[in-house]
């Protein structure tokens, strides 16, 4: 059977109040799952406490038959980490870096690391400027650095926070094509509020807001149940008020200089609006508003 990450009623407050997870129960499959979420969702208070960089106040959480809270060290054996903060040393280069990471990650033979290295520099797209200093690489080459170093040691759980944030399309697509092809064999973990994240690479996601998970699923099938309750209208900026008063508005778009709002109705409002297929941006705002987390 393949690894599953089992997490059960996890809950955790901060000291100053803030109850960052409330009771927070997931499963979580190999292949690519996405965590998405708005900013302070709770999204890398969970994605640190997997990481056992953290601990909850209650719940539990297992990867096959590790006791993830408890068995810190077996976890980290097994696990690649990228943190939404990532230092790296600016005066050094990306090969020397990656086999300073691999010596922390027990790889003592120097032949056995120099082919690790070699082989992730390739795969990460970063052959050519492995010499070149951290310090002068690219938003987008220090992402991909950062999932070469996550990469080390043949992790089974790759976990990366809000990778693409800052990213330029042609960056964020490179990115995303390198996590697509390691998602295929273990469980990748992608924390986001990019939707298209979740819509180009994940097979599974969940939604988060308030510490609290809204919604779970395939997103291919989060999108079809929302089939025949999504329409749109094009209206001048002044009448948006009106109509968030009049209909459950889940988004408002600026097109051409027009505003085009979503709303979310079971049947036809009427009053010029038309029915759109809609997309996991729909299903991520309709399940926001439902749950009263913003207004849109
Ligand atoms: P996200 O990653 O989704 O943006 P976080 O897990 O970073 O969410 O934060 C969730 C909530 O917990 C936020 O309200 C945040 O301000 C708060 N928070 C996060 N880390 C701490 C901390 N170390 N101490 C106190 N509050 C924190």
């Known amino acids: 059977m393949s690894l599953q990450l089992q997490i059960s009623g996890l809950s955790k407050t901060y000291a100053n109040g803030v109850q960052a997870l409330k009771d927070v129960s997931l499963t979580i499959p190999t292949g690519m799952f996405g965590l998405l979420g ?3 969702a709770g999204k890398s208070t969970l994605m640190r406490t997997i990481a056992t ?3 909850p106040d209650s719940g539990s959480i297992t990867l096959g038959n590790i006791d993830v809270v408890r068995q810190k060290d077996d976890v980290r054996r097994i696990l690649g980490y990228l943190p939404q903060e990532f230092g790296v040393y600016p005066k050094m280069s990306a090969e020397a870096m990656l086999n300073h990471f691999a010596v922390l990650k027990g790889i003592h033979d120097a032949k056995a690391r120099k082919e690790v290295v070699e ?8 052959w050519e400027v492995r010499k070149l200093n951290l310090g002068g690489y690219s938003g987008g080459m220090r992402q991909r650095f950062g999932i070469a170093q996550a990469l080390i040691g043949d992790p089974k759980l790759i976990i990366v926070d809000e990778p693409t ?6 960056e964020r697509n490179r990115f995303h094509n390198l996590l697509a092809e390691i998602g295929e064999n273990i469980i990748v973990i992608l924390s986001t509020h990019i939707v298209e994240d979740v819509s180009d690479l994940c097979s599974q996601m969940a939604i988060i807001s308030h510490g609290r998970v809204l919604l779970t699923g395939d997103p291919a099938n989060t999108i079809d ?12 900026k002044p009448e948006l008020t009106s109509c968030q008063e009049r209909y459950a508005v889940i988004s408002t778009r600026l097109v051409a200089g027009r505003t085009v709002v979503h709303v979310l109705s079971e049947s036809d409002p009427g009053d010029g609006f038309e029915q759109v297929d809609p997309d996991l941006e729909d299903v991520y705002f309709s399940t926001l ?3 009263g987390e913003i207004a849109a």
């Open 289 to 291: 508003s439902r749950a």
């Open 165 to 170: 944030a800052g990213l330029d399309p042609g």
């Open 225 to 236: 149940e929302m089939k025949g309750r999504i329409w749109k209208k094009t209206i001048a």
């Open 119 to 126: 082989a992730l520099l390739h795969q990460t797209n970063l």
């Open 53 to 55: 960089l953290q601990e």
């Open 38 to 40: 708005p900013n302070g």
